[in-house]
């Protein structure tokens, strides 16, 4: 079989399952499974795929269409500039939560040798590339769950970030003894629990543990302005990326804790950052 006609095959089955974005994710299967970049897909069409590399594809084609996110599969996606391990157990980065990012470089700016949390870090992707981008930050991961920490920890080893600096915690319990924060920023769990399964198929995948907020959504809200606000200093910043319509709710729990808030809008006009000021 040729490259191409393995191509061709790929996505009429991913076509036939339903996938929005066949084309897209059969290229990148192809290029999983033969090794090759692609500019080899579409320059070298003709080349013979082999028997091992065809039998790899095929499954790999199998797991899209029962619904793996594609990140899962190919087992690392971008996130900004870098590209960061992922797969089951933890969330997959989204090119929202880089607006997350922005915002901080944007604080962090002339302020050499602050100290950052990243709560809820997940694969690390948000405080690895705040880290990345501002090499003089003391930045601290805070993950719970297991399977997230392995990601975690293969992230950090991937970009030389310190291994002590990544602390296992539950964010609902507060803050372990660390210096104070300049600058909190979290992705945390914002979905409500009722909302869960009704989420398309490939976030069905991901773990509800990173996804799921609680009946109203804001439990991990209250937590961070219960137990981690204390812990920012006075003129600091905590960015919290949100949900659709949740940036109001969470500007009220912080409402009379903190010295001001504002909410940010993606390029859709969605509630997409809250901003306290400390």
Same mark, same amino acid.
């Given at each position: @079989?040729?490259?191409?006609?393995?191509?061709?095959?790929?996505?009429?089955? &991913?076509?036939?399952?339903?996938?929005?974005?066949? #084309?897209?994710?059969?290229?990148?299967?192809?290029?999983?499974?033969? +090794?090759?970049?692609?500019?080899?897909?579409?320059?070298?069409?003709? /080349?013979? &795929?082999?028997?091992?590399?065809?039998? &790899?594809?095929?499954?790999?084609?199998?797991?899209?269409?029962? $619904?793996?996110?594609?990140?899962?599969?190919? +087992?690392?996606?971008?996130?900004?500039?870098?590209?960061?391990?992922?797969?089951?157990?933890?969330?997959?980065?989204?090119?929202?939560?880089? @607006?997350?990012?922005?915002?901080?470089?944007?604080?962090?700016?002339?302020?050499?040798?602050?100290?950052?949390?990243?709560?809820?870090?997940?694969? +690390? #992707?948000?405080?690895?590339?705040?880290?990345?981008?501002?090499? *003089?930050?003391?930045?601290?991961? @805070?993950?719970?769950?297991?399977?997230?920490?392995?990601?975690?920890?293969?992230?950090?080893?991937?970009?030389?970030?310190?291994?002590?600096?990544?602390?296992?915690?539950?964010?609902?319990? $507060?803050?372990?003894?660390?210096?104070?924060?300049?600058?909190? %920023?979290?992705?945390?769990?914002?979905?409500? *629990?009722?909302?869960?399964?009704?989420?398309?198929?490939?976030?069905?995948?991901?773990?509800?543990?990173?996804? !799921? $907020?609680?009946? !109203?959504?804001?439990?991990?809200?209250?937590?961070?302005? /219960?137990?981690?606000?204390? #812990?920012?200093?006075?003129?600091?910043?905590?960015?919290?990326? #949100?949900?659709?319509?949740?940036?109001?709710? %969470?500007?009220?729990?912080?409402?009379?804790?903190?010295?001001?808030?504002?909410?940010?809008? !993606?390029?859709?006009?969605?509630?997409?950052?809250?901003?306290?000021?400390?």
């Amino acid at each position: @079989m040729t490259l191409i006609d393995a191509f061709k095959s790929t996505e009429n089955m &991913l076509m036939d399952a339903g996938i929005d974005d066949y #084309c897209f994710d059969s290229e990148c299967l192809l290029i999983k499974a033969a +090794g090759k970049t692609r500019r080899d897909v579409l320059c070298h069409g003709d /080349d013979v &795929l082999s028997e091992h590399d065809e039998k &790899l594809l095929l499954k790999l084609a199998k797991r899209r269409a029962l $619904g793996e996110p594609l990140q899962y599969i190919l +087992g690392e996606w971008d996130f900004c500039e870098f590209t960061f391990n992922v797969g089951e157990g933890v969330l997959i980065p989204r090119p929202e939560t880089e @607006m997350l990012v922005e915002n901080a470089d944007l604080f962090l700016k002339n302020r050499e040798n602050a100290v950052v949390y990243d709560l809820c870090s997940g694969s +690390g #992707c948000i405080g690895i590339t705040v880290k990345n981008r501002n090499p *003089s930050l003391d930045v601290y991961l @805070m993950e719970k769950y297991p399977a997230a920490l392995s990601y975690l920890r293969k992230n950090a080893r991937l970009y030389n970030f310190p291994n002590e600096n990544i602390i296992e915690c539950d964010v609902l319990s $507060g803050c372990p003894d660390l210096p104070k924060a300049d600058l909190i %920023i979290s992705n945390p769990p914002y979905i409500k *629990s009722e909302e869960l399964p009704s989420l398309q198929r490939e976030v069905g995948f991901e773990p509800k543990t990173a996804l !799921d $907020g609680g009946k !109203d959504g804001l439990m991990f809200y209250r937590a961070i302005c /219960d137990r981690w606000l204390p #812990c920012c200093k006075k003129g600091g910043e905590i960015l919290l990326e #949100c949900g659709d319509s949740q940036g109001e709710d %969470i500007r009220t729990i912080f409402d009379g804790k903190a010295s001001s808030s504002e909410i940010m809008y !993606d390029f859709n006009h969605i509630d997409r950052v809250v901003k306290i000021i400390v």
